[in-house]
């Protein structure tokens, strides 16, 4: 019989190898590569690429900034920030085309908004004068010609402001319009119409155009490769990545799906509902009461319904910054209306360049470090030939009067050169 001693070293070899062995295939095996990094270089300005790899290092499962109670968060904006095109405009012109706006209650075009003038609502009611259940825009032209006005351009084809008295911090009516416009119809039905036009607008050339009423629109939307490798490798690396557009909700569930993100991530203008059907008012916000109109899922807006749905905070509070621990790591936008969700990113901050004057001044001026500027991925702009007029009237007042950009600090932004194009 073998001493103790010699089988207490034989196991202690054995447990050894065995360890040597482990270690050599969990090396081999990389499973689901901890460390996922971006994998479109393409369309990708200066370092960004190397940022946003940095950024997904440092903050997901494998990086050296665990977050504290729960996973760290991404947010994007949806409309020219994850896809080329406005997903909204490609849902009204289908609207437009295939008769699906039903006409208002009793026909009171001002039932419609809130904010709605009363030279809109008269221009409205002698273009769309029909009995009929659903308007006939595709066939009636100056009915589809007057909507299309009022939505696209803020105006009457006759050129009278069609909205008026709304908080420019909090609102946009002419986005907020086409959400009440779906009155009557189920969140079901209108994901059926955003479908339908998604199809459409994919299977489109770049560059197409449409004909609704007597004017050609854009006929073609397409998703940016470069933000569904990010929302990918985003997801892979632990993040929670969720969408807030000001896009009616039921629109955006259904584009995006195809970058991944469920409807339960998906954040939009939202309809109060009654018997199962959207109605022509909107859920609201922190101070905001349901029904009240008074604030989307814009500016000021977003920051309130991102604390809201994403991080719990519930009243007043949702509207102001919160601490660190209840922001997200991440933000991507496009324009003006994403200012305030992105200045709460704690981390990094993509912007997409669309010559937008305060997202810009702010993006350039960088003062803390945290802003990356990158071109858009199809049919990027040109240099701006001017400065940025952030000194004077980057920024809009909530009653609509500009002014000059401002830190946080208070010290005024100056003018910026565009730079990245």
Not at 219 to 227: K, N
Not at 285 to 305: L, N, P, S
Not at 334 to 359: G, P
């Amino acid at each position: 019989m073998r001493p103790k001693r010699y089988w207490l070293a034989a196991a202690t070899a054995l447990a050894f190898a065995a360890g040597i062995l482990a270690t050599a295939q969990a090396a081999d095996a990389k499973p689901d590569d901890p460390c996922p990094t971006l994998t479109i270089d393409q369309g990708w300005y200066g370092k960004n690429k190397a940022q946003l790899d940095e950024l997904i290092a440092e903050y997901g499962k494998c990086g050296k900034t665990p977050r504290k109670g729960g996973k760290p968060v991404a947010v994007f904006d949806w409309d020219n920030t994850v896809i080329k095109n406005d997903v909204g405009d490609a849902t009204m012109y289908w609207l437009l085309r295939n008769d699906k706006l039903r006409t208002p209650p009793a026909g009171d075009w001002k039932r419609t908004s809130r904010y709605l003038t009363a030279e809109a609502a008269d221009a409205l009611g002698k273009a769309c004068a029909q009995a009929a259940r659903t308007l006939p825009t595709s066939t009636d032209v100056p009915c589809a010609d007057e909507i299309l006005a009022v939505y696209a351009e803020g105006e009457t084809t006759t050129g009278e402001t069609a909205f008026a008295g709304f908080d420019h911090r909090r609102m946009e009516p002419q986005y907020a319009w086409l959400a009440q416009l779906l009155q009557g119809w189920t969140p079901t039905q209108v994901k059926g119409f955003a479908a339908q036009a998604r199809q459409e607008n994919l299977a489109a050339p770049i560059g197409a155009e449409q004909q609704v009423g007597t004017g050609k629109v854009t006929g073609w939307v397409r998703y940016y490769d470069q933000q569904r490798d990010l929302i990918r490798t985003l997801k892979k690396a632990g993040f929670d990545v969720w969408i807030a557009s000001a896009s009616p909700e039921p629109v955006v569930d259904v584009w995006a799906r195809g970058v991944g993100i469920k409807a339960s991530h998906a954040i939009g203008i939202r309809n109060v509902t009654a018997h199962g059907r959207l109605t022509e008012h909107l859920q609201g916000c922190g101070t905001v009461e349901d029904g009240d109109d008074a604030m989307i899922t814009y500016i000021d807006g977003k920051r309130c319904w991102i604390n809201q749905e994403i991080f719990g905070v519930e009243g007043p509070a949702a509207e102001k910054l919160q601490p660190a621990g209840k922001r997200q790591v991440f933000a991507a936008g496009d324009s003006d209306t994403d200012i305030t969700f992105l200045r709460d990113a704690t981390a990094l901050r993509l912007v997409l360049n669309r010559n937008k004057n305060e997202l810009m001044c702010r993006a350039y001026d960088n003062s803390d470090g945290r802003w990356i500027v990158n071109p858009m991925f199809l049919q990027p702009k040109k240099q701006k030939a001017d400065p940025y007029p952030c000194a004077s009237t980057g920024y809009t007042e909530p009653d609509g009067t500009a002014a000059p950009v401002r830190r946080a600090d208070g010290s005024v932004v100056p003018d910026q050169r565009d730079s990245v194009y």
